[in-house]
């Protein structure tokens, strides 16, 4: 599993996150969240949308919206120099 994820990072997948708000099917004025993520492809992000087209065929809750934040596992290494030295006894 983890051979496949990183196979994936290096052909651009993002590790992307979905808030997804809908309206509860025995309550239509109540909203309640759900939190999906997965990896998938910026900008069109094509797994979250398939997850969608299923939520909209196969569950009762109709969506209110979803925000999506997506972030780049694979990344060049980063550093930074430390500002103070100190030694304690």
Do not use: C, N
């Amino acid at each position: 599993m983890a051979t496949r994820d990183l196979s994936m990072q290096l052909r651009d997948y993002r590790l992307t996150t979905a808030e997804i708000l809908y309206h509860l099917p025995d309550h239509p004025g109540l909203l309640q969240t759900f939190v999906w993520q997965d990896l998938d492809l910026a900008p069109k992000f094509p797994v979250l949308h398939r997850f969608l087209d299923f939520w909209g065929r196969s569950l009762e809750g109709k969506l209110h919206s979803v925000k999506v934040a997506s972030a780049t596992l694979v990344q060049p290494a980063r550093f930074r120099v430390a500002g103070a030295y100190m030694t304690l006894h």
